[in-house]
């Protein structure tokens, strides 16, 4: 049997509003076709047949976050009429040779937890499936305080409802909507059965992706006739504690991050790097490589 694995999702606030944030959950919908979602019920005829195949779907959704071949999270039932939830931990492997065909059948690693045990540091994520309503207000099982997002799914009359919920002061809307598109994008691959594709053959870049990117390039910035460094320098002596850099395990302030690359300037000087010579750059993007 396949074992835990460190598994944690980063955590993507919005620098704007990471301050304001209250510790209240939202939710974003996973909006799926028709299409997909007649297909999704023909094809998996059982609720843990649907659940595994939307498991399989978000491993490979955290698998472009975690950067690792071996995943897991928590995996809950609810029971109508009953407060106790069902409570596994799933383990999967989910390397680039992987055809889609050998994941659809592949069976899912799972050990049976206490909810109230799950090691959220080993995880930061959980698949629900939530107890069928007939009334779309009823309440149902909160969201845990350690766990960053909940990929939900929850039958109305009979029809799927998909939604990923999160927690305000840690994931930004627009990431989580981001991160429900792909979802629905690798939902509607793994059921489309003559697309037998590697993993590493998947294009996770969506048409909204494109439309994005597309809009933050529409138009050229101005041609500036300054050298980089002298411009970072002139922020931080402008702005020295103002935040210049947020990534997913740390930021530096203008201050900070002058001193960091003032540093690595004097360094590669003394390894004889001028002016015209290439450095080839070879790190990994976190804060811990940078200090």
Known sequence: MEQSVQCCLPCFPNPASRSTSSRTPASVPVSLTDHDLDLLKSTYKSAAAIDAILIKAWALVLRCYIGSDELSLGYQKEQA?????????????????????????????????????????????????????????????????????????????GRPSLSLEYWRDEMSAGHVTCMAQVVSEIIDQLLTTHNDRTIAELDFFTPQDSRRVAKW???????????????????????????????????????????????????????????????????????????
């Open 81 to 157: 009429g009953d407060s106790h939830l069902q409570s596994h931990v799933v383990a999967i492997s989910i390397s680039d040779e992987v055809r889609l065909s050998e994941l659809r059948q592949r069976e899912l690693s799972t050990t049976k937890s206490d909810a109230d045990q799950f090691d959220f540091l080993s995880f930061n994520t959980v698949f629900i499936r939530k107890a069928e309503k007939d009334d779309i207000d009823s309440s149902s099982e909160t969201l845990p305080d350690t766990c960053r997002i909940r990929f939900c799914i929850e039958d109305y009359f």
């Open 217 to 291: 390039n529409n138009s050229m910035p101005p041609t500036r006739d300054s050298c980089i460094h002298d411009i970072v320098q002139k922020q931080a002596r402008r702005w020295p504690v103002k935040e210049a850099i947020c990534a997913w395990d740390g930021s530096f302030t203008y201050s900070e991050f002058d001193s960091v690359t003032s540093r690595f300037a004097s360094y590669l000087q003394s390894k004889g790097v001028g002016p015209e010579t290439m450095v080839p750059l070879c790190f990994e993007k976190t804060v811990s490589s940078c200090t």
